[in-house]
Structure formats: C-alpha cells, structure tokens
T-cell receptor, first 112, second 112 residues
Framework: GENVEQHPSTLSVQEGDSAVIKCTYS??????FPWYKQELGKRPQLIID?????GEKKDQRIAVTLNKTAKHFSLHITETQPEDSAVYFC???????????FGAGTILRVKS | NAGVMQNPRHLVRRRGQEARLRCSPM?????VYWYRQLPEEGLKFMVY????????ESGMPKERFSAEFPKEGPSILRIQQVVRGDSAAYFC??????????FGPGTRLTVT
C-alpha cells in the first residue's frame, strides 16, 4: 500500500514568516495531492489540492508544489497568521484512486 | 449548499452495545467515504461506497464493522459489540467525482 511521510512533525514560526511542509509518497500511480487543515476538535478542511499534470498551484497565501519524479509535494504558507495554527495533513489519493492516504500530520504554531 | 452532515456528534456506548453512525453527503455527491481518527493521529481509511454499492472496504475490520449507503437516506457505519479500542473520531467524507473529498464534522465515539 501507499506509504506517506510528512516533515516536519512540528513547526513553530513567527507571525509573518513563511512555513513549508513536505510530503513524500510511494505510489507512483497517485495523481491527486490535497492538503487538509484540521483545528482541534474540528473536521479536516480541504485548503488546496493539485493534480499530477500541474507543477504548482497558488491560492492567496497558500501554494502547493509537486515533484512527481521525486514523489513529493509541499505546502507553502506565506505571511503566516495566528489563525494558521493547526494540524496540516497531506493525503495523496492512493491505490486505484479509492482512498486518501493521510500523513501523520504537522503541528504548525504561529507565534504572535 | 449544506456541507456533509454527520450525527450524532458525540456517542457514548458501553462495551458490548451497538453504535450507529450516520452521514448525509453534500447535495449531488454520490461518493461516500468513512475514515477513523485516533487521538493525535492521522485519518485512516475504512470504506468507500456509492449508492447501494461498497466499492472498497479494505480498511474495515473484518468483524463487527459494516457500512451501507442505501438508495434513500444517509450512509450508515455500524459497529456491533463495541470495545474500548473502538473509541475514536469517525469522519465521513463525500465527493462529487470520486477525487476531491469534503469532510463532515465527525462523530466522537466513546466506549465505556
């Protein structure tokens, strides 16, 4: 099955700085790469996604970059704000496209 | 367009009882997924259903767990004879296409 790893597991940044979280995956057939944000006690919220025919996608302060050859994709958050503090999960669509395979999560803390 | 709905939001069961978790997908979404999240972990896929059909149940425990998505009404995840290890947050997601998935608020099951 798909093996998904996220780094780092925790990340602390100062408000206004940038944050980058990297996700590596093993299934070369994966073709859909989303990032989810989960606040404590809340639902995972889809914040950005990318398909395998695109290398980069941006939506205001967040962006995702994909390197299909190296099998990794990254979440970039610029001008971080305290409300960006949450757990972020990558979840490539794996094995026949039937399920998201979640990484272990990255705890992002934005200090004001 | 209302989001994915789940009920109950919190469920307490004694060991040996049955738990029934309900999920109503977003309007127009025919793909439904169930995931389980243990404390401080990522989500783990359980089952993928389309109307009246189980597409992939590779993440479901072989015993005590079952899922359905009838022609009319919500999807149901049923856990028979619950044990303490079943305590977790159970999230349902729906998709219009079988790719991007939108999550409900979850049902937090506590087994005493």
């Amino acid at each position: 099955g798909e093996n998904v790893e996220q780094h780092p597991s925790t990340l602390s940044v100062q408000e206004g700085d940038s944050a980058v979280i990297k996700c590596t995956y093993s299934d070369s057939a994966s073709n859909y790469f989303p990032w989810y944000k989960q606040e404590l006690g809340k639902r995972p919220q889809l914040i950005i996604d990318i398909r395998s025919n695109v290398g980069e996608k941006k939506d205001q302060r967040i962006a995702v970059t994909l390197n299909k050859t190296a099998k990794h994709f990254s979440l970039h958050i610029t001008e971080t704000q305290p409300e960006d503090s949450a757990v972020y999960f990558c979840a490539p669509l794996g094995e026949y496209g039937n399920k998201l395979v979640f990484g272990a999560g990255t705890i992002l803390r934005v200090k004001s | 367009n209302a989001g994915v709905m789940q009920n109950p939001r919190h469920l307490v069961r004694r060991r040996g009882q049955e738990a029934r978790l309900r999920c109503s997908p977003m309007k127009g979404h025919s793909h439904v997924y169930w995931y389980r999240q243990l404390p401080e972990e990522g989500l783990k896929f359980m089952v993928y259903l389309q109307k009246e059909n189980i597409i992939d149940e590779s993440g479901m425990p072989k015993e005590r767990f079952s899922a359905e998505f009838p022609k009319e009404g919500p999807s149901i995840l049923r856990i028979q004879q619950v044990v303490r290890g079943d305590s977790a947050a159970y999230f349902c997601a729906s998709s219009p296409t079988g790719v991007e998935q939108y999550f409900g608020p979850g049902t937090r099951l506590t087994v005493t």
